[in-house]
């Protein structure tokens, strides 16, 4: 049993930053790789970025690249989502999810919903223009 509880979203203004943050729950979250997802009204959740278990490997979508930064701190059982010059268009709930799964470097599987077995409830971000 595992639980994703995501925190740091608001509201901001364009050009702005915010963190998000996900504690996990449980003492196996040294093993799960992570991502980070997003669903905007009226759009399908969409892939943000991963991380793997141990922190080695990331990876964004071309939307957020150069923009947000995945990080994990394992001893704290969280996954953060730095989010710098934020756009109107990155508003949307974002959600946490983890996996037991392994991914390589370049895996497409792993940037599909469809991978992660846990996810969070999520949080909203709202940049204003």
């Known amino acids: 049993q595992v639980q994703l509880v995501e925190s740091g979203g608001g509201l901001v203004q364009a050009g702005g930053s915010l963190r998000l943050s996900c504690a996990a729950s449980?003492?196996?979250?040294?093993?799960?790789?992570m991502g980070w997802f997003r669903r905007a009204p009226g759009k399908e959740r969409e892939f943000v970025a991963r991380?793997?278990?141990?922190?080695?490997?990331?990876d964004y979508a071309d939307l957020v690249k150069g923009r947000f930064t995945i990080s994990r701190d394992n001893d704290k059982n969280t996954v953060y989502l730095q989010m710098n010059s934020l756009k109107p268009e990155d508003s949307a709930v974002y959600y946490c999810?983890?996996?037991?799964?392994?991914?390589?470097?370049?895996?497409?599987?792993?940037?599909?919903?469809?991978?992660?077995?846990?996810w969070g409830q999520g949080t909203q971000v709202s940049v204003s223009s």
């Open positions: 999810a983890g996996t037991r799964s392994v991914a390589g470097v370049r895996s497409v599987a792993a940037t599909r919903p469809s991978w992660y077995d846990y």
């Open positions: 449980g003492r196996a979250f040294s093993t799960y790789g």
């Open positions: 991380i793997s278990s141990t922190g080695g490997t990331t």
